[in-house]
């Protein structure tokens, strides 16, 4: 294999893969959960949290990386939440002004995405020391990880809980649905399955070490 072969998969295949298998931030770290929950009743409101998770995770991880020779050590986690926050307020705005319903629907858990602790342990764990495609593909890898788990968790709940999917009946006429999987209760009852079958079919993997910095 060349070194630009390595190169590719080490910036960019590696930290994708992981952070949809491995290091899945609801799957094996358990990270997220709140807005799992809360947001996974409909398959169309899972969707664009996801977009906007992904938005903000892989370019909050490029922009720490591009800065984080300037930023002094003891205030990095206050300019790491400041990139944070400044995205998903770009993201909270442009939903208010051209999506005003699905903000509304949304409620709080687009701004909540600041005290997501999947980006800031992203921007420090591996942004600050890494560069900046490899941090960018780090972030959107863990996003996707996370997204991959939301709409699985959706496609449970929104056909049996309301009998539709994005709004459109899927099931017969006769069908009664769960409404227990349109509440709380149920939102924790179709995260457990997905994640016991999930880690049935794929058992957790002893960690591997990687290296401390992929490329400048």
């Given at each position: 294999?060349?070194?630009?072969?390595?190169?590719?998969?080490?910036?960019?295949?590696?930290?994708?893969?992981?952070?949809?298998?491995?290091?899945?931030?609801?799957?094996?770290?358990?990270?997220?959960?709140?807005?799992?929950?809360?947001?996974?009743?409909?398959?169309?409101?899972?969707?664009?949290?996801?977009?906007?998770?992904?938005?903000?995770?892989?370019?909050?991880?490029?922009?720490?990386?591009?800065?984080?020779?300037?930023?002094?050590?003891?205030?990095?986690?206050?300019?790491?939440?400041?990139?944070?926050?400044t995205?998903?307020?770009?993201?909270?705005?442009?939903?208010?002004?051209?999506?005003?319903e699905?903000?509304r629907?949304?409620?709080?858990?687009?701004?909540?995405?600041?005290?997501?602790?999947?980006?800031?342990?992203?921007?420090?764990?591996?942004?600050?020391?890494?560069?900046?495609?490899?941090?960018?593909?780090?972030?959107?890898?863990?996003?996707?990880g996370?997204?991959?788990?939301?709409?699985?968790?959706?496609?449970?709940?929104?056909?049996l809980?309301?009998?539709?999917?994005?709004?459109?009946?899927?099931?017969?006429?006769?069908?009664?649905?769960?409404?227990?999987?349109?509440?709380?209760?149920?939102?924790?009852?179709?995260?457990?399955?997905?994640?016991w079958v999930?880690?049935?079919?794929?058992?957790?993997?002893?960690?591997?070490?990687?290296?401390?910095?992929?490329?400048?």
């Amino acid at each position: 294999m060349s070194g630009t072969q390595v190169g590719y998969r080490a910036r960019i295949v590696e930290p994708v893969k992981d952070g949809v298998t491995k290091q899945n931030p609801i799957l094996r770290q358990a990270l997220g959960i709140c807005s799992a929950l809360a947001v996974t009743g409909l398959v169309s409101t899972t969707l664009v949290m996801n977009a906007a998770l992904l938005f903000s995770a892989g370019f909050s991880c490029l922009v720490v990386s591009l800065i984080r020779q300037a930023i002094p050590h003891r205030v990095r986690l206050i300019v790491q939440m400041l990139v944070i926050s400044t995205l998903v307020s770009f993201v909270h705005l442009y939903l208010r002004a051209y999506h005003f319903e699905m903000s509304r629907q949304l409620g709080p858990y687009i701004p909540l995405i600041v005290t997501n602790c999947i980006l800031l342990g992203r921007t420090e764990g591996f942004a600050m020391r890494n560069g900046p495609i490899a941090s960018f593909f780090d972030g959107i890898g863990n996003a996707l990880g996370y997204a991959v788990v939301l709409l699985l968790i959706s496609l449970i709940r929104e056909p049996l809980g309301s009998g539709t999917i994005l709004g459109h009946p899927v099931m017969p006429a006769s069908y009664e649905p769960m409404h227990l999987l349109s509440s709380a209760p149920g939102a924790f009852l179709a995260m457990g399955v997905v994640v016991w079958v999930v880690r049935a079919i794929w058992p957790e993997q002893p960690p591997t070490e990687h290296p401390e910095a992929i490329g400048h």
